[in-house]
């Protein structure tokens, strides 16, 4: 399983990213993928999840109404778009498929003015 994160960088609080998330190794139609982030001296913690098909999908309260999940089965990726971010958004982001213990180098996003 190999997973391949991008889009990170610094951007302004109110500002936006998209996350890309290339992945191999498995077939990504079959699996839901999720988006977790690790803050500075924190533990990592679930941000995004969808499902197979991407028709559900699900945040953690700090993020609802500003991040969504999506994803491209046809070319094995998952995004995450997020809009009007905050400094408490900073973090390194990674994605990882439902239930397969794997992880890749992860995307940092800082947000500072």
């Known amino acids: 399983v190999q997973l391949v994160e991008s889009g990170g960088g610094l951007v302004q609080p109110g500002g936006s990213l998209r996350l890309s998330c290339v992945a191999s190794g498995f077939t990504f139609s079959n699996y839901g993928m999720r988006w977790y982030r690790q803050a500075p001296g924190k533990e990592r913690e679930l941000v995004a999840t969808t499902t197979a098909t991407g028709r559900a999908t699900n945040y953690r309260d700090s993020v609802k109404g500003r991040f969504t999940i999506f994803r491209d089965n046809a070319n094995n990726t998952v995004y995450l778009q997020m809009n009007y971010l905050k400094t408490e958004d900073t973090a390194v982001y990674y994605c990882?498929?439902?239930?397969?213990?794997?992880w890749g180098k992860g995307t940092l996003v800082t947000v500072s003015s």
């Open positions: 990882r498929p439902t239930g397969v213990d794997a």
